[in-house]
Protein backbone atom coordinates (compact mmCIF):
# COMPACT_ATOMS: atom_id res chain seq x y z
CA UNK A 1 0.00 0.00 0.00
CA UNK A 2 1.31 3.19 -1.27
CA UNK A 3 1.64 6.13 1.43
CA UNK A 4 2.25 9.40 0.94
CA UNK A 5 3.12 12.02 3.79
CA UNK A 6 3.64 16.03 3.38
CA UNK A 7 5.79 18.16 4.94
CA UNK A 8 7.24 22.10 4.70
CA UNK A 9 3.80 23.91 5.63
CA UNK A 10 3.12 26.96 7.25
CA UNK A 11 2.43 30.69 7.22
CA UNK A 12 4.66 32.90 5.27
CA UNK A 13 4.49 36.92 3.85
CA UNK A 14 3.51 37.33 0.36
CA UNK A 15 6.70 37.27 -1.91
CA UNK A 16 8.13 34.79 0.12
CA UNK A 17 9.13 31.54 -0.24
CA UNK A 18 8.16 27.83 0.80
CA UNK A 19 8.86 24.22 -0.36
CA UNK A 20 6.91 21.70 0.23
CA UNK A 21 8.21 18.01 0.44
CA UNK A 22 6.05 14.63 -0.35
CA UNK A 23 7.89 11.25 0.50
CA UNK A 24 6.06 8.08 -0.14
CA UNK A 25 6.74 4.97 1.67
CA UNK A 26 5.35 1.04 -0.35
CA UNK A 27 6.65 2.33 -3.44
CA UNK A 28 8.05 -1.04 -5.24
CA UNK A 29 9.52 1.35 -8.33
CA UNK A 30 9.92 5.11 -9.13
CA UNK A 31 7.64 4.93 -12.39
CA UNK A 32 4.88 6.93 -11.10
CA UNK A 33 3.02 10.17 -11.91
CA UNK A 34 2.58 12.30 -9.19
CA UNK A 35 1.05 15.91 -8.65
CA UNK A 36 0.34 18.81 -6.19
CA UNK A 37 -3.33 19.43 -5.53
CA UNK A 38 -4.40 22.39 -2.92
CA UNK A 39 -7.57 23.46 -1.81
CA UNK A 40 -8.58 26.54 0.21
CA UNK A 41 -11.87 26.35 2.45
CA UNK A 42 -14.97 26.87 0.72
CA UNK A 43 -13.42 26.22 -2.96
CA UNK A 44 -12.83 23.10 -5.48
CA UNK A 45 -9.85 21.29 -5.41
CA UNK A 46 -7.33 22.52 -7.87
CA UNK A 47 -4.24 20.78 -9.44
CA UNK A 48 -1.17 23.13 -9.04
CA UNK A 49 1.89 21.30 -10.55
CA UNK A 50 2.32 17.60 -11.84
CA UNK A 51 5.05 15.29 -12.96
CA UNK A 52 4.39 12.31 -15.47
CA UNK A 53 6.83 9.44 -15.16
CA UNK A 54 7.92 10.31 -18.67
CA UNK A 55 9.24 13.62 -17.72
CA UNK A 56 5.71 15.73 -19.01
CA UNK A 57 4.96 18.81 -16.36
CA UNK A 58 2.18 21.06 -16.01
CA UNK A 59 1.04 23.57 -13.96
CA UNK A 60 -1.71 25.45 -13.28
CA UNK A 61 -1.98 29.36 -15.21
CA UNK A 62 -2.22 30.72 -11.50
CA UNK A 63 1.40 29.27 -10.19
CA UNK A 64 3.06 29.09 -13.63
CA UNK A 65 6.22 30.90 -13.20
CA UNK A 66 6.26 30.80 -9.67
CA UNK A 67 6.12 27.22 -8.76
CA UNK A 68 8.83 24.69 -9.04
CA UNK A 69 7.90 20.24 -9.04
CA UNK A 70 10.69 18.21 -9.38
CA UNK A 71 11.44 14.36 -8.20
CA UNK A 72 14.44 13.28 -6.19
CA UNK A 73 15.13 9.76 -8.05
CA UNK A 74 17.15 8.62 -4.91
CA UNK A 75 14.53 8.61 -1.86
CA UNK A 76 11.52 9.27 -4.65
CA UNK A 77 10.70 12.73 -2.58
CA UNK A 78 8.51 14.95 -4.87
CA UNK A 79 9.14 18.39 -4.04
CA UNK A 80 6.94 21.94 -4.46
CA UNK A 81 9.25 24.50 -4.70
CA UNK A 82 6.63 27.56 -4.23
CA UNK A 83 8.32 31.39 -4.42
CA UNK A 84 6.63 34.76 -5.10
CA UNK A 85 3.67 33.81 -2.82
CA UNK A 86 0.44 35.63 -2.97
CA UNK A 87 -2.06 34.81 -0.45
CA UNK A 88 -4.48 33.69 -2.91
CA UNK A 89 -2.10 30.45 -2.72
CA UNK A 90 -3.07 29.97 0.72
CA UNK A 91 -4.53 26.08 1.36
CA UNK A 92 -4.08 22.71 1.66
CA UNK A 93 -1.94 21.47 -0.15
CA UNK A 94 -1.71 17.40 -1.26
CA UNK A 95 0.52 15.43 -3.08
CA UNK A 96 -0.91 12.60 -5.05
CA UNK A 97 0.11 9.63 -7.23
CA UNK A 98 -0.57 6.96 -9.23
CA UNK A 99 1.31 4.00 -11.66
CA UNK A 100 2.82 4.90 -14.55
CA UNK A 101 0.81 2.19 -15.93
CA UNK A 102 -2.43 4.20 -15.58
CA UNK A 103 -0.92 7.87 -16.49
CA UNK A 104 1.03 9.52 -18.98
CA UNK A 105 -1.71 10.37 -20.83
CA UNK A 106 -0.46 14.13 -21.66
CA UNK A 107 -1.80 16.33 -18.88
CA UNK A 108 0.00 15.73 -15.27
CA UNK A 109 -2.90 17.57 -13.95
CA UNK A 110 -5.70 15.50 -15.36
CA UNK A 111 -4.86 11.96 -13.97
CA UNK A 112 -6.24 10.12 -11.84
CA UNK A 113 -4.70 9.85 -9.36
CA UNK A 114 -4.91 6.42 -7.03
CA UNK A 115 -3.08 7.97 -4.09
CA UNK A 116 -3.25 10.81 -1.59
CA UNK A 117 -1.69 12.63 1.32
CA UNK A 118 -3.64 14.20 4.09
CA UNK A 119 -2.27 17.52 3.25
CA UNK A 120 -0.37 20.39 4.52
CA UNK A 121 -1.59 24.03 5.49
CA UNK A 122 0.32 27.23 3.48
CA UNK A 123 -1.15 30.48 5.42
CA UNK A 124 0.26 33.29 2.89
CA UNK A 125 0.09 36.64 4.88
CA UNK A 126 -0.30 40.17 2.89
Same mark, same amino acid.
Given at each position: ??? %?????? *? #? !????? $? %? @? %??? !???? +???? /? ?5 ? @?????? !?????? *? &? ?5 ? =? ?6 ? @? ?5 ? $? ?5 ? &? ?8 ? $?????? =???? #???? /?????? $? !?? +?? +? ?11
Amino acid at each position: QVQ %LAESGG *G #S !EQAGG $S %L @R %LSC !EPSG +YISF /NYCVAWF @RQAPGE !EREGVA *G &LDSDDTI =AYADSVQG @RFAIWKD $SATNTVY &LQMNSLKPED $SATYFC =AAIE #SAYC /NRGDPL $S !EN +YS +YWGRGTQVTVSS
